[in-house]
T-cell receptor, first 114, second 117 residues
């Protein structure tokens, strides 16, 4: 089954404790990105990747890192999480950067930083 | 920069009736895509419908259709014969058409739709 898989689905942690949210897709997609969803703000892009070893900042990259060592994986790293990073996170992928390719979203990761 | 505005935070509709969700956007681009995504309580992001700005014909997908007014920068979603399963948050989103660049979706704040039995 074609899908984007995020782990974990839920995480409660404390300020400053490094964490990684994994994202994996099995569709051989070139383009992957991360969004965060906050009430009243919709979804905002954090980082994106157009292919292996090619990543760039989205609209709200502060406090996050990403890597794209393999085509299928695009982890989101919070080196020193803070409470303002408490949010719902989505990974998305598409076949290429051509806009007529639909974006597939993962099921979301709910992060709570205490 | 593009902006997407959904001014209604929530709406309610009776089952089997029709409801229209509003969306306006601002852009200086001429070529772009517009989308409506549905987010049910399960939190999944589900693509409902897509409209290419260069197409004059409004997109339709079964009970879902859009009213795309390019000059007015308006993109509303009409849901006909509303069903209980349509209860969800709906997001309007914009994507610039530029190959080889970031396929970023710019989202509105969302609207919560409740379908009453």
């Amino acid at each position: 089954e074609a899908q984007v898989t995020q782990n974990p689905r839920y995480l409660i942690t404390v300020t400053g404790k490094k964490l990684t949210v994994t994202c994996s897709q099995n569709m051989n997609h070139e383009y992957m990105s991360w969004y965060r969803q906050d009430p009243g703000l919709g979804l905002r892009q954090i980082y994106y990747s157009m292919n292996v070893e090619v990543t760039d900042k989205g609209d709200v990259p502060e406090g996050y890192k990403v890597s794209r060592k393999e085509k299928r994986n695009f982890p989101l790293i919070l080196e020193s999480p803070s409470p303002n990073q408490t949010s719902l996170y989505f990974c998305a992928s598409s076949l290429s950067v051509i806009p007529n390719q639909p974006q597939h979203f993962g099921d979301g990761t709910r992060l709570s930083i205490l | 920069a593009q902006t997407v505005t959904q001014s209604q935070p929530e709406m309610s509709v009776q089952e089997a009736e029709t409801v229209t969700l509003s969306c306006t956007y601002d852009t200086s681009e001429n070529n772009y895509y517009l989308f409506w995504y549905k987010q049910p309580p399960s939190r999944q992001m589900i693509l409902v419908i897509r409209q290419e700005a260069y197409k004059q014909q409004n997109a339709t997908e079964n009970r879902f259709s859009v009213n795309f007014q390019k000059a007015a920068k308006s993109f509303s979603l009409k849901i006909s014969d509303s069903q209980l399963g349509d209860t969800a948050m709906y997001f309007c989103a914009f994507m610039k058409l530029s190959t080889g660049a970031n396929s970023k979706l710019t989202f509105g704040k969302g609207i919560t739709l409740s379908v009453r039995p």
